[in-house]
């Protein structure tokens, strides 16, 4: 397994890394970002735009590039936000579910090392979330949402950019395989 | 077969859990009319954070106090000399809206109302929340152990705050009025309107269910109405802060709550109500005024000392007091007046608190003055009032537009009339909740 420092957009599987973690990592950093997500809005309510539990899940199915681990990932963080929330359990379930499946599955095609994919495709998985989240809570807890696309594209941002600093601070707790 | 499953193994297994997800949902969705149950992982999941919460806060409140109370005390003799001007003014305030109280306990007396007092509250600090901008819960660091229990009123002194949604044994999740799926009977404070609170997807907070042909001002107060059972009634909400058209014949009324609700530290969760019906006993305590007209003529059983005056039961008389100009006046003379009522001695209020509309600065000089029309006869004559006037020296008590000035040893005494037949003029309340 040859490793590039040369960035590249599209490459085959066998030149991408597979990276795990250590248990406390794999544990612990979700849980922080739940953590963090429930304890600093309260301070900072402008902070509840930021999604760091989405972030993570994005992490770490990337990092992973394995869309079963991805996905299973995203189920448990999303449904341990909802069970923190006053909603029906399974809305953040389903959304990241999604989203762990997607960039896991990304993440196996594309090289995701660089800060401008992150950025890019963070962004695009903040809004695939939204559009899930948004339609399953419409579609099946009859919720009243409304979505506002400059909302949306300028929170995503606000994550991605979040994520880019995030991710490359997470980086330093990758295994190689 | 078996390629095929393996070929699409991922998305197989993705739409499986996705399945697995929606069930779940729908199975909540159902039972969300009825079941309260809490689920397991809400447990779990409230279990394993809030502990982290409950120490942060507890790391944050201990070095905010530490700060706080030794450090950092600039400005707080000024703070106290502000909070102290402000007992005053509030001393007038509540003589007034006592006075209103009791009135309103009359006429609840009449028609046979009932009425709701908190009686007991349990203090609870903020710990966490939802962090999701869509649910606006918070998380307090009292539960089940606490004698907390499912929709129970959480309120602040500010106002209503929301209710107690999910119980855990030492935290519970309190489901703010700004989170959509919450509703509050409110009632608008001048044209008696009654809606429903809400809050919106953006956390707002709306108040539906009034026709547009109504008359609604922006400013307006609103309070609860005490029609869901849960909040009670006559606690404020918020104002109007908009008014505009909405939709299907119901104005669109945003509200501004009356609590800052992002920016809670602590609450106050009504855990025991009571609803009784008013009694006309309630109406026709004795006032303070009363118990001491009642016992001025008992004094001339003894003979009196040279110094007797010192012995009305009004502390105020005892010490030389002073005009404006300072001047020490005889002791002779007290400040206790004739109340217009019962035509016995009471005491003047407080001078050195000026009426609320007078424009008298609290700490300008001694003035003299008369009781404002608000306080006559509401019962402020307790016994801390006449201790608050024996500490105020500096200040002479004049008398009530009819009153007389008393000397309780030399004149005849006045039976006092009885309770009930005089003045019906309520008393502040001392030990009922309102």
Known sequence: MVHTSVPITYTSGEQLEVYRFSVPVTVGVPLLALFLQAFLPRHFPRLAYIDLPLLVTVYFAMARRNPISGLLTGAVIGLVQDSLGGHPIGLYGIAKTVVGFGASSLGVKLDVENAGARLLLTLGFYLLHGVVYFTVARGMVNMNLNWNWGWSVLAGLANAMLGVVLFWFLDKFKQRT | MESVLGRYRNLIILVGVLFLQVLGLAVQVKRSADAESTRLIRIWAVSTITPL?????????GTGNLWHNYFYLRGVRAENRE????????????ARLSEDAAQARRLQALLAFKEQFVLKTVAAQVIGSSGSDSS???????????????????????????????????????????????????ILEKSRLQGVLKGTANGEVVLERLMSDEQVEAGEAILT????????????????AHVGGGKELFLNVRVRPATNLSKLEEVLVVTQKQERQVTAQDTVRMRAADILAQRLPSVPEKPAEPNATSGSPAGPVNGPTRDVSGTAKPQSKPSIVRSPQSGFATKAQNPSTPKP???????????????????????????SAARHEASAPSVVSKPVAEAKPVKPQTKAPVPPKPPAQSNPQPQASEDGPH
């Open chain 2, 225 to 240: 109405s005490g029609g869901d059972q849960i909040f009670p009634k006559g606690l404020p909400v918020g104002t109007v």
């Open chain 2, 136 to 186: 606006r819960i918070l998380y307090i660091d009292k539960g089940e152990n606490d004698g907390l229990a499912r929709d129970m009123a959480v309120v602040t002194a500010d106002g209503i705050v929301g209710k107690v949604l999910q119980v855990f044994p030492s935290v519970s999740q309190v489901l703010l009025i700004n989170d959509q799926s919450s509703g509050v009977g409110a």
């Open chain 2, 357 to 383: 509309d007078d424009g008298v600065p609290l700490t300008g000089p001694a003035v003299e003055s008369s009781v404002p029309a608000g306080s006559q006869g509401s019962g402020i004559t307790d016994t």
């Open chain 2, 83 to 94: 909070l102290k001007e402000q007992i005053e003014r509030m001393r007038l305030e509540q």
């Open chain 2, 53 to 61: 919460e409950r120490v942060l806060v507890w790391g944050q409140k």
